[in-house]
Nanobody, 128 residues
Framework: QVQLVESGGGLVQAGDSLRLSCTTS????????MGWFRQAPGKERDSLAV????????VYADSVKGRFTISRDNAKNTLYLQMDSLKPEDTAVYYC?????????????????????WGQGTQVTVSS
């Protein structure tokens, strides 16, 4: 059974940092692209960043470029999202997801509906 399990969310103040983790199991993701997404109450899902599992190529949404860093540890089968200089508008449930890329990575960033596997999400709340 394929599982993606996010952790690391919490309540922080504006300007703080958090590192989210997404632990994977149940299959090998070497051919996959892994993405981070978020969704705030009453809003559409946002695409944040995507990385190819093997080569480590990354693409970021403009809204988080320079503040968030996506990475992976192949040995630990874990995906990370380092979030710095957090803002209240970053408050949301954060999800990791996996897909076999069928297009350039920039396209995969915005193709959330094509991702095959999703985690259950972790809540991030940033107070002002």
């Amino acid at each position: 059974q394929v599982q993606l399990v996010e952790s690391g969310g919490g309540l922080v103040q504006a300007g703080d940092s958090l590192r989210l983790s997404c632990t994977t199991s149940g299959r090998t993701f070497s051919r996959y692209a892994m993405g981070w997404f978020r969704q705030a109450p009453g809003k559409e899902r946002d695409s944040l960043a995507v990385i190819t599992w093997t080569s480590g190529h990354t693409v970021y949404a403009d809204s988080v470029k320079g503040r968030f860093t996506i990475s992976r540890d192949n040995a630990k089968n874990t995906l990370y999202l380092q979030m710095d200089s957090l803002k209240p508008e970053d408050t949301a449930v954060y999800y990791c997801a996996a897909t076999i890329p069928y297009a350039p990575l920039a396209t995969m960033l915005t193709a959330g509906h094509r991702y095959d596997y999703w985690g259950q999400g972790t809540q991030v709340t940033v107070s002002s």
